[in-house]
């Protein structure tokens, strides 16, 4: 159901509620808001596929923004609102925004982009009143235009980023239908059957809006004619607090907070009355097998989990029982076929881990990246990677053993170590660097730097400290070690090339997996 066909039937049935300010956008409120955003990108003269930009922590603007772009025919990148300046400035230059959202609790990031991007036409900041040059209150300009539709209404989507190998971020291109804004969406018939979402459900959102899985699902409860609860931050008793006060249906969580509320005193636990809940979605990262069968027991066989890439280039589904039978697994294909092959490209047997390959699954670019978009397919281009590892069972269930280069999941969030060796390197007191990923009971892993320090520099808490703190400065926090280890030499090859897995197998010694 259309937004703007469930505003003229249920105009005062909340939208959007904010879990902590307290802040409700009826359906009614939320269609005349996101006809003006589409109203004013009109104005500029926007066409179809173009591109904006929002940087703005969990708020209903960034919805309703994200609402014109989506009845406009453009595609919008949400920003990751923990990044530094030049993090951000690098997204929105390379993804060509013209327009760029953002609010009065980003701002001191946010005054220092217009200097850095030249191509953007407009910057809009809200809850500012009064903004400083260049940005303009998105609060005044949004007033000046009608809540009508705008004429011949095209379907927008997001375009994501997800960092290479390498840390350089690239923008996930998936193609955009020609169609009417009003008219079905294929992918929601797809989400409905996976995830058992339905007409009028009630959606607890607990992660940041800017990651590609909360975007889609609170985006499909909007487009269902359901009610989208917006954690700002997520807290564990205030989820279940949450479940509770609003009869919560749908929500999708990262294993991280399910160990949370696990951790919880036995009588929150106890008094938390989840009774309202159908379908609990996970994914982002691998989920421990003790604590899925915990929250398995004690929410009952409710839980669904997946695999799959930003890119959607192939999806693999489980449900509960399903789970139990095949402990640890991350479901069967109903994407695309999974193939494992090793390092030439082969294909293994049953039971051998390698590169998960999809075949004849949903078709994606990277953004102005042709050469990364080559690397992501086979030689035929009807298979595509991301350069997982895993194995297949007798079954055809998938199970996921290690990462694409040795990429960090800390908390379900992504982590690319390459960005942060390179700007370790950089520090006068650094002569060699590497950044990995070590085991954390609560986060999954967390990031550790290993560092050779220059002759005459000695190692100890102070050094320590300071090179956390020079990351800080350049990088997002999620980004930056936890901790530094100091050590004579890094193991490197001949090449040059850094041994990496000798230095992190130091640190998983006694781990069933390298990743949980």
């Known amino acids: 159901m259309y937004a703007a066909e469930h505003a003229g039937r249920f105009p005062d049935q909340p939208a959007i509620v904010m879990a902590t300010g307290g802040e409700v956008v009826t359906y009614r409120e ?21 591109h904006v930009a929002m940087f703005m922590e969990n708020h209903p603007r960034l919805l309703e923004a ?18 530094s300046a030049e993090e951000v400035a690098y997204l929105v230059n390379d993804s060509r925004a013209q327009v760029v959202v953002t609010s009065t609790a980003k701002r001191d990031i946010a005054l220092r982009l217009p200097e850095q991007c030249p191509g953007v036409r407009r910057w809009l900041m809200v809850d500012d009143d009064d903004p400083p040059a260049p940005y303009e209150s998105y609060a005044e300009v949004m007033a000046e235009f009608p809540i009508t539709p705008v004429d011949g209404e095209r379907v927008g989507a997001a375009m994501l980023y997800s960092s290479g190998t390498t840390g350089r971020p690239k923008g996930i291109l998936r193609p955009l239908p020609d169609q009417p804004a009003a008219q079905p969406i294929g992918v929601m018939d797809f989400v409905k059957a996976m995830f058992n979402f339905r007409e009028q459900q009630i959606y607890l959102s607990p992660a940041p809006l800017y990651h590609s899985a909360p975007q889609a699902s609170v985006a499909a409860t909007i487009r269902l004619g359901g009610t989208a609860v917006i954690m700002e931050h997520f807290d564990p008793a205030h989820y279940l607090e949450l479940v509770a006060r609003h009869r919560i249906t749908h929500s999708q969580l990262v294993p991280t ?64 029982e399903q789970w139990l039978a095949h402990p640890g697994t991350v479901g069967k294909a109903v994407l695309g076929e999974v193939i494992i092959r090793d390092e030439e490209g082969k294909p293994l047997p049953t039971g051998e881990p390698g590169t998960i390959w999809f075949r004849g699954a949903t078709n994606f670019t990277y953004w102005q990246d042709p050469e990364k978009t080559a690397e992501s397919r086979d030689a035929t281009g009807t298979e595509s990677t991301v350069g997982d590892v895993g194995y297949l069972d007798d079954e055809g269930y998938l199970y996921l053993t290690d990462r694409k280069s040795y990429m960090i999941i800390s908390g379900g969030v992504n982590i690319y170590p390459q960005e942060t060796e390179s700007l370790l390197v950089t520090h006068p007191k650094v002569f060699d660097a590497a950044v990995i990923g070590v085991p954390n009971e609560d986060l999954g892993e967390e990031v550790k ?68």
């Not at 703190?469 to 990088?475: K, S």
């Open 257 to 320: 907070m399910f160990s949370r509320m696990l951790k919880l005193p036995d009588e929150v636990r106890a008094a938390a009355d989840v009774s309202s809940l159908e379908a609990i979605i996970h994914a982002a990262a691998p989920c421990p097998v003790p604590v899925k069968q915990a929250m398995i027991e004690w929410w009952g066989p409710i839980i669904l989990e997946y695999y799959g890439a930003t890119e959607a280039n192939g999806f693999t589904w489980c449900n509960s």
């Open 449 to 516: 730097a290993v560092v050779q320090l220059m002759p005459d520099v000695a190692a100890g808490p102070e050094t320590e400290r300071e090179l956390i703190a020079f990351c800080r400065e350049h990088l997002a926090h999620f980004k930056c070690p936890r901790s530094v280890d100091f050590v004579d030499e890094l193991p490197r090859l001949p090449t040059g090339k850094l041994y990496k897995r000798l230095l992190r197998d130091q640190y998983w010694t006694g781990r069933s997996s390298s990743i949980v």
């Open 30 to 50: 939320y269609e005349d808001r996101a006809n003006q955003v589409a109203q004013f990108f009109r104005s500029l003269g926007l066409r179809r596929l173009d």
């Open 66 to 83: 994200q609402g014109g772009a989506e009845r406009t025919g453009l595609y919008y990148t949400l920003v990751n609102s923990y990044l």
